[in-house]
């Protein structure tokens, strides 16, 4: 019984088929037939070839039916899977890949991860649709503005206290800097503003959002109004000193930059702490230090102007007496000063009545008199005024039994003279 020879081609092999054979056939020449089939003539003439030497199987693709040079090795699969379900569960492909190869060693392309996940079922965060903005050009050089904002969120995801994270992303490049808190308020904004500026230098801008850590919401003072100005919050107050503009944004849109890093920070971050049993804040604040040159060294971006803009710290300029909580104190006549609820005894002589007490964070504190530290020791606050207690004593009177006589119908106008003193005896007058 003779058996059939049956050569599976797909449509495109197909068609090229009888073009190929009418070249060969002398009826159409390479050229025109490479124009057909829209190949170069170089190509035509090895279809020529392989079509002679093996008939219209020299056609079918030469790896059809082997197996691809990029195919992920036996198991692999079923393990990265694994550990997608058990060790990086809700991270989104590019993350969970990256992890792969350089936690586990496991080389697969974000987007095979992807198909792998949707196809076993597996839930994963998706970037969800945002709304159309006016786009806003970077600004050209490094340094040129700053964008800050605090950022609250469950970073330790309950493995340990509720912490703040102070972002700062600079918008030319990109490039972040930040560091974990318990809170946010002016002493956490003035120490993270510290700590940049000693790595990077002082910005020519800062762009924030109008917090009352940042923008003051009290009412102006006398001296305000004489000066034309609104009143200043005291971080307000330390960018004016060191030459840093204030710049205040309307809407958390405004400053996208920073959102988007809070964004991206709020996926990635929290998950590569969590890969690193981080639990406290100070393991935060570590882990925050190794983590951040690795991030700006993949994703910022270099400046059109390519100019750093920043202005160096110098020696004269005393970053502890300028980024901390400055208030002004009266000194009493035995030389006390009150300040947080305790009272400070000064040692040193002064002519004047008033001192400026700073606040650093730590609970750094120093009195200051005409650009002088003064010498202080805390004392004991003086003890609050007892106010005596007025004790309200309640009548001890009764009302007469119901049988008394006073409750009878008779009046003491029409009571007998025997009654009167038969009740006399008894003790009733």
């Given at each position: 019984m003779a058996t059939t020879d049956i050569i599976r081609m797909s449509n495109k092999e197909a068609k090229r088929l009888p073009v190929v054979l009418s070249v060969i056939g002398k009826h159409l020449r390479q050229v025109a037939g490479a124009k057909l089939l829209e190949i170069s003539a170089r190509q035509i003439r090895r279809l020529i070839r392989r079509v002679k030497q093996e008939g219209a199987r020299g056609l079918i693709h030469r790896s059809r039916g082997r197996r691809s040079n990029r195919e992920t090795a036996g198991g692999t699969k079923e393990r990265a899977l694994q550990l997608c379900r058990e060790v990086y569960t809700g991270f989104g492909p590019t993350l969970a890949s990256e992890k792969l190869l350089e936690r586990d060693g496991i080389r697969i392309s974000a987007e095979t991860l992807r198909l792998w996940l949707i196809e076993a079922r597996i839930p994963y965060e998706r970037r969800k649709g945002r709304p159309h903005r006016q786009w806003r050009e970077r600004k050209r050089c490094y340094g040129e503005m700053v964008q800050i904002d605090g950022s609250h969120h469950d970073w330790l995801e309950g493995r340990g206290p509720k912490i703040v994270l102070m972002g700062y992303i600079d918008d030319a490049t990109g490039k972040a800097f930040g560091r974990f808190y318990g809170y946010e308020g002016t002493l956490p904004a003035l120490d993270s503003f510290k700590r940049y500026a000693r790595r990077y230098g002082l910005p020519q801008s800062v762009y924030l959002d109008k917090h009352k850590t940042y923008r003051s919401s009290g009412k102006p003072t006398v001296e305000d109004e004489l000066n034309n100005r609104r009143p200043r919050s005291q971080f307000e107050r330390a960018m004016t000193e060191i030459g840093v503009k204030v710049i205040h944004a309307d809407s958390p849109q405004a400053k996208g930059r920073i959102e988007r890093l809070f964004r991206t920070f709020q996926d990635r971050l929290i998950k590569e702490m969590r890969l690193e049993g981080v639990g406290s804040l100070e393991e935060a604040n570590r882990f925050l230090g190794r983590y951040l040159p690795k991030y700006n060294r993949r994703f910022s971006v270099a400046a059109a102007g390519n100019v750093d803009v920043h202005r160096p710290v110098s020696g004269e300029m005393d970053?502890?007496?300028?980024?901390?909580?400055?208030?002004?104190?009266?000194?009493?006549?035995?030389?006390?000063?009150?300040?947080?609820?305790r009272l400070y005894q000064i040692d040193d002589e002064i002519s004047g009545k008033k001192v400026a007490v700073e606040e650093g964070w730590g609970g750094r504190l120093r009195i200051r008199y005409q650009g002088r530290m003064l010498r202080y020791r805390s004392i004991l606050p003086q003890a609050p005024k007892v106010v005596p207690k007025i004790r309200c004593y309640r009548s001890t009177a009764h009302p007469p039994a119901h049988n008394h006589p006073w409750r009878g119908d008779r009046s003491v106008a029409s009571t007998s003279k025997e009654d009167i003193s038969n009740l006399v005896e008894s003790g009733h007058f």
């Open positions: 970053l502890e007496a300028i980024l901390c909580i400055r208030e002004e104190r009266v000194v009493r006549n035995d030389y006390t000063v009150m300040y947080g609820g």
